[in-house]
């Protein structure tokens, strides 16, 4: 869990047909560029090596301007020809990994997951179940997905880039981008776009999970919160119920249907807390829960003010929702 949290992301380890075209396309870009830092550093060196040559001769009488038809091949051919044949060259291999991350269409992929911006942690659905959660996106391996994105708010970007390029989410409409992965595994990913004060602390989990698992883990998301067991838990409940809490999150099979944070449903079986921010354990959430300005300043849940005794039935009913 805390090497997740610091996940690398390194767009130069593909593990998408869409993210190794893209890492095909930066090399592309590289060689090109040291193409055109070459030609021209050549051209420079040339250029200073026919100015200090030897002086006047009597060849040169015969001749004023020698070199110059050598010189005139040097330029257009290096500086013309081949400039332009490697920006030409460079410009169609973008063009073709372009039409490869596009938008898929919607008879090409076998999921469709919409994903919903917010300041500052990412809202997942599952269209056709009830399944939602937060800053965790599982996938089928192996599988098309079409990621549908959106924002509650500002400009977002979703970016995973070991899968594929980034998409920005756009007020009033919503994009779509290819999901896939080619092996097992948890992908980070993260808000690629400026968008206030905990920006950097917007990311994402994207775990690719066999057919098999996948389906049981949508299974059990979409099923209502277990009923609490135990006099802690269910102390736990009604404190989470009758407080601030169930005003700002939904836990579904209860009445709490707040909107304004992640839904908590099965928030136990999540990996990090805050978009990422911390791992999911029992200390951490109960910081969350009454410092979360400490934690993620500038957020919106405010810090909770609750006794000991509160605080510990919370987190033990917090805990029971797998």
């Given at each position: 869990?805390?090497?997740?949290l610091?996940?690398?992301?390194?767009?130069?380890?593909?593990?998408?047909?869409?993210?190794?075209?893209?890492a095909?396309?930066?090399?592309?870009?590289?060689?090109?560029?040291?193409?055109?830092?070459?030609?021209?550093?050549?051209?420079?060196?040339?250029?200073?090596?026919?100015?200090?040559?030897?002086?006047?001769?009597?060849?040169?009488?015969?001749?004023p301007?020698?070199?110059?038809?050598a010189?005139?091949?040097?330029?257009?051919?290096?500086?013309?020809?081949?400039?332009?044949?490697?920006?030409?060259?460079?410009?169609?291999?973008s063009?073709?990994?372009?039409?490869?991350?596009?938008?898929?269409?919607?008879?090409?992929?076998?999921?469709?997951?919409?994903?919903?911006?917010?300041?500052?942690?990412?809202?997942?659905?599952y269209?056709?179940?009830?399944?939602?959660?937060?800053?965790?996106?599982?996938?089928?391996?192996?599988?098309?997905?079409?990621l549908?994105?959106?924002?509650?708010?500002?400009?977002?970007s979703?970016?995973?880039?070991?899968?594929?390029?980034?998409?920005d989410?756009?007020?009033?409409?919503?994009n779509?981008?290819l999901?896939y992965?080619?092996?097992?595994?948890?992908?980070?990913?993260?808000?690629?776009?400026?968008?206030?004060?905990?920006?950097?602390?917007?990311?994402?989990?994207?775990?690719?999970q066999?057919?098999?698992a996948y389906?049981?883990?949508?299974?059990?998301?979409?099923?209502?919160?277990?009923?609490?067991?135990?006099?802690?838990?269910?102390?736990?409940?009604?404190?989470?119920?009758?407080?601030?809490?169930?005003s700002c999150?939904?836990?579904?099979?209860?009445?709490?249907?707040?909107?304004?944070?992640?839904?908590?449903?099965?928030v136990?079986?999540?990996?990090?807390?805050?978009?990422?921010?911390?791992?999911?354990?029992r200390?951490?959430?109960?910081?969350?829960?009454?410092?979360?300005?400490?934690?993620?300043?500038?957020?919106?849940?405010?810090?909770?003010?609750?006794?000991?005794?509160?605080?510990?039935?919370?987190?033990?009913?917090?805990?029971?929702?797998?």
């Amino acid at each position: 869990m805390l090497s997740e949290l610091a996940a690398p992301q390194n767009v130069l380890h593909p593990h998408s047909h869409a993210a190794a075209d893209i890492a095909n396309l930066f090399w592309w870009m590289m060689g090109g560029a040291f193409i055109g830092l070459a030609l021209v550093s050549g051209l420079l060196i040339w250029a200073w090596v026919r100015r200090n040559r030897r002086g006047f001769t009597a060849a040169d009488a015969e001749d004023p301007h020698p070199g110059e038809k050598a010189g005139w091949f040097v330029v257009v051919g290096g500086g013309v020809v081949l400039a332009l044949a490697t920006v030409t060259t460079v410009f169609i291999v973008s063009a073709k990994v372009m039409g490869v991350t596009e938008a898929p269409a919607a008879t090409s992929t076998a999921v469709t997951i919409d994903v919903i911006g917010h300041q500052w942690w990412w809202e997942v659905r599952y269209p056709g179940t009830t399944a939602v959660t937060a800053n965790e996106i599982h996938i089928p391996v192996r599988t098309r997905v079409n990621l549908v994105v959106s924002t509650d708010d500002v400009i977002h970007s979703f970016w995973v880039p070991e899968l594929n390029r980034k998409i920005d989410t756009i007020n009033g409409q919503t994009n779509r981008v290819l999901l896939y992965a080619n092996r097992v595994g948890v992908y980070r990913g993260t808000c690629a776009e400026y968008c206030g004060l905990q920006h950097a602390h917007m990311a994402m989990l994207v775990l690719a999970q066999p057919l098999a698992a996948y389906r049981a883990w949508l299974r059990g998301q979409a099923r209502p919160a277990a009923a609490p067991a135990g006099t802690l838990q269910r102390t736990g409940e009604r404190v989470f119920l009758a407080g601030a809490c169930s005003s700002c999150h939904t836990i579904r099979g209860t009445s709490a249907h707040g909107f304004t944070g992640p839904d908590l449903t099965h928030v136990a079986s999540r990996q990090t807390l805050a978009a990422v921010t911390i791992p999911n354990r029992r200390a951490d959430l109960g910081d969350w829960i009454v410092d979360s300005q400490h934690v993620k300043p500038g957020n919106e849940m405010p810090d909770i003010q609750l006794s000991g005794r509160q605080l510990q039935a919370v987190v033990a009913y917090l805990e029971h929702l797998r």
